[in-house]
């Protein structure tokens, strides 16, 4: 893998002189074409790439080995090591915005341009790496590297902030079809030093099964009452086909329960239920130690359906409602290590082990343990915003100096517009243009952000989860930490307009993952009716 990485840097200067030359190229292209003010800046831009190609190399090579170590070096996430949390606060602007969509714009031409190239060489370093299944991101040379390196090596030109994201935009079509070439060389050489690729993860699917008939993943509205009157009879124990080859204590533990029920219908529903959790239990998005919990609950939950009729009330019961809030929230923090994880963890299996050594089981249980688990959210919050207390001060005064007209200047200087940010393709932005509603429908969507709410925000050259701490008694200024690390934002109101208009900023609501397991469990139902 070093061998390879020295190999590929030392390659750096070359490509890029290339992708300088296919912006300079471009400009020369687009100049004609733009107003006269256009004109002059483009025409300043190209002579400032002319003549700083030395300075603009040389910051694009730091970064892009700072980048490369900092993959090489970073721990595996089967280590369990814990991630480094960094205290820090970072103030966003339109500029920054601006920054992140040209970013994200380049990350998504090199991906759609090389998305062959890229899948392939992967198997190439994941077999430098040790990692025959693929389970990691193991190429250090990734498309966000270069994208991150590019904006590094633009910061080399003495020119406002627009005219550093000019050549952004201009240089990402050539960056990309360089990398395209990039790539496809990177794996002939690795092929002729007689690196076999790691071959990519199968699946064997059971017999007449097809790929068309897979369930569906996405949250849909599913009936449980109708999939209960639809599980096939006579249901018992030992003629149930579901259970003919499970496991000694599930077999035994449903067999007990379906000796209980007094009639049909009840053993339908006992049935449903531990369908449910064997499908919650196989649903690879549920992180082990969080699915050891909820099967903790499978019990319980076949003694509570012989007991409790609105069970099979998927969006209202609080049993469903724990499970689903549980497995989002330690979503939202997946370092192993964190002690907030660890807390939730904790508090979430002493709220379980509580509700299963019950003999009467009832609705109240697991509503208690909601609450329970929703009091160290608000603990949590607490503790975060205790924690950011001093910055939230500086905050509170820079508002008021905000409020009072106090703004500092953009340094775009007219070189970027609104219309120029709605650039980004692919999975950033839909393929039509934004309606006239998008900007009500931004500040309706801020509007409504409340303190606790997790987002999915693009910031700093990458995606994140972040949960929204504070808002500014003038809402001016809105306070996001995020969710793998101690790190802070706090952004401007226009700045989040922009975010939600480009795209790049939406808020994360709850999967269900127990809709999911009811979509494959009538996905299950129905496919036995057919045979």
Known sequence: MQQFVDDELLRGPLLLDQVVEGAIDGLRKAIPGMALGQRTALSDLMQSLQSQRGRVSEYFMVSLRRQVDEALNQPSPSAGAKT??????????????????????????????????????QTYTSALAGDMDMAHLNNPFRPETYANALW?????????????????????????QLLRRSYAAACSRLES????????????????????????????????????????????????PHFVHASPPVRETWRAVADAAPNLVDRQAVELVSRLFDAMASDDRVPPDVSLIVSRLQGPALRLSLRDSTLLDQDQHPLWRFINDLVFEAEMVPDAADPERALLLKTAQLAVDQVASETEQSAGLYRWALDRMQSLLNKSLTRRLAAASSQIGALHRFEDRLTAGNVVPSSLHGMLDVPQLDTVPAELLDATPPAPQAADGSKAWLESLKPGAWVRMFL????HHARLLWVGDRREIWLFGDGASDATWAVRRSALLLMHESKLAKTLLRRSIVGTAAARVQHQVAAAAVA
């Open 84 to 121: 480094t949390r960094l205290q820090s606060l970072a103030l966003v602007e339109e500029d920054e915005v601006a920054v992140n969509v040209e970013i994200a714009h380049a990350v998504e031409i090199v991906k759609s341009t090389a998305e062959y190239e890229i899948r392939e060489l």
């Open 152 to 176: 590094a090596g633009s910061q080399a030109l003495p020119l406002s902030r627009g005219h550093q994201i000019a050549f952004m935009r201009h240089a990402s079509t050539p960056l990309a």
């Open 193 to 240: 030093m007689g690196v076999e690729p790691a071959a990519y993860r199968t699946m064997i699917l059971p017999s007449g099964s097809r790929r068309g008939s897979r369930p569906p993943e996405a949250d849909v509205e599913i009936d449980l009452y109708a999939i209960r009157d639809s599980m096939p009879a006579p249901l018992t124990a030992s003629a149930s």
């Open 460 to 463: 700093q050259s990458r995606w």
